[in-house]
């Protein structure tokens, strides 16, 4: 499937031999009983078809994509937890003495507990009930804290160009985007981007040093595409989620399960998609070449049905991006000043060859610029190489230099005499990619690694 989304051409392909669930676990479960920054829970009440709670029902949770299990046993209050368990789907059986099975489905976020109260019916436990979930609550009741939590599906088709994995944190409440100078990529109720927290499976992904979360050539955290949910908590989060005090970023990323599932996408993005710059028009700067190509492709699936799990992510970036600069060139008084200083330096030899050059750079003065070194000036700005050789050196304060072939300075630069400057485009290339594998094993119903 092809379509164009915010001026980039996308293809996607989607793939799955679904036997279960596509959505994913990854739990490591220690002697503890509450939520983690890697795993959620289920609680619930059990009641009767009046209300009276009903203690010591059995409830049994398994996960869809895995077909793990795990059990708990009703309070006297009729309240059960089940602690510690991986992002994804889940079905909750419970049982007792003198009522029918009743199960429910039930999804769940790292980091948040989700609500499952079962209302039994009367009759022969060999018969089964399936009720509906109640609608996820808005607000949280059990603590302060304003969480948002993004589904794998809506992860993937925001648009997102770079696949950066903290993009979609800026559609959080409270979050604003730095479209200005500075650090990090958005802010959130006012705190700066360095305030922000974000974890992946857990481990910190921020910069040690400036305590960001941009990395790399572009200064992107590549890996969107291995993302199976997002949870931004904005404000009143308890001392789990570390020590900052802006947004707290945790992503989990996708995993097998007892079904083959994957995707493959391109994106593409060129010059012949986009206008020109409103400051190119103004200076009838031309439109400047632009192209960028975006990938990523995953796989996942069982190695040992119900034990082991593999998945395997690959994107990446190779795209020209283009910059504005403003390029200098000698005008007629200073060609002049020039020659008559090679002449009075007894280089008239160097005349014609010079008249070469400023010929070259008076008609085609907008050529790509590279940095020059040299002992003899400490502000040598721009420079344009002249394929015969000598260099036509702009300074910073927008006189000119010239050096000769042999490397020695000609003539310097010359007060009360001027250069013509020119707005020209230089293109930027750069490419970026990653690989990331995962395995999650079940040793048992209380050990599984990833």
Request: with cysteine; aromatic share 10%; proline share 5%.
């Amino acid at each position: 499937m092809q379509f164009r989304q915010n001026g980039w051409i996308r293809t996607t392909v989607t793939f799955a031999m679904l036997l279960g669930g596509a959505m994913v676990l990854q739990i490591s479960q220690p002697m503890a009983f509450a939520q983690t920054l890697i795993s959620g829970n289920i609680v619930g009440t059990v009641t009767d078809p009046t209300g009276a709670v009903v203690p010591g029902a059995a409830v049994t949770v398994k996960n869809l994509a895995t077909a793990s299990t795990w059990k708990a046993t009703a309070n006297t209050a009729g309240q059960y937890r089940v602690s510690l368990l991986g992002p994804g789907s889940y079905q909750v059986t419970v049982e007792a003495p003198g009522f029918k099975s009743t199960g429910m489905k039930i999804d769940v976020s790292a980091g948040s507990s989700s609500e499952a109260d079962i209302k039994m019916t009367l009759g022969n436990a060999s018969q089964t009930v399936e009720v509906s979930a109640s609608a996820v609550p808005l607000l949280h009741t059990d603590d302060a804290q304003l969480s948002t939590v993004f589904t794998m599906q809506q992860v993937q088709t925001l648009p997102n160009p770079g696949n950066d994995l903290t993009f979609i944190a800026q559609t959080s409440p409270g979050a604003v985007m730095n479209t200005q100078s500075g650090y990090g990529n958005f802010d959130v109720f006012g705190l700066p981007a360095t305030s922000n927290t974000a974890t992946v499976n857990g481990g910190y992904e921020n910069d040690p040093f400036l305590n960001l979360i941009n990395s790399g050539a572009t200064n992107l955290l590549l890996g969107n595409n291995d993302i199976a949910t997002v949870t931004v908590i904005g404000n009143a989060y308890n001392a789990s989620f570390g020590g900052l005090g802006g947004a707290q970023l945790n992503e989990i990323t996708r995993s097998g399960s007892n079904s083959f599932h994957g995707n493959a996408e391109y994106w593409w993005n060129g010059r012949i998609m986009n206008a020109n710059d409103f400051f190119n028009n103004q200076t009838k700067t031309p439109r400047p070449f632009d192209n960028v190509n975006q990938w990523a492709a995953a796989i996942g699936g069982p190695i040992l049905r119900n034990k082991t799990f593999f998945f395997f992510n690959t994107e990446g970036l190779r795209l020209f991006l283009p910059s504005r600069a403003t390029v200098y060139a000698p005008d007629a008084s200073y060609i002049k000043n020039t020659l008559a200083n090679l002449a009075a330096n007894g280089l008239s030899s160097e005349i014609p060859a010079y008249n070469n050059v400023f010929s070259y750079y008076t008609s085609s003065p907008a050529y790509a610029t590279a940095p020059v070194s040299t002992s003899d000036t400490a502000a040598v700005g721009p420079a344009v190489a002249n394929p015969s050789g000598p260099l036509l050196c702009s300074l910073n304060s927008g006189g000119l230099l010239l050096i000769n072939p042999s490397g020695t300075i000609a003539c310097s630069q010359q007060t009360g005499y001027g250069t013509k400057t020119f707005n020209e485009t230089a293109t930027n290339f750069t490419k970026e990619w990653l690989i990331t594998a995962r395995i999650d094993q079940e040793f048992s119903d209380k050990d599984r690694l990833f």
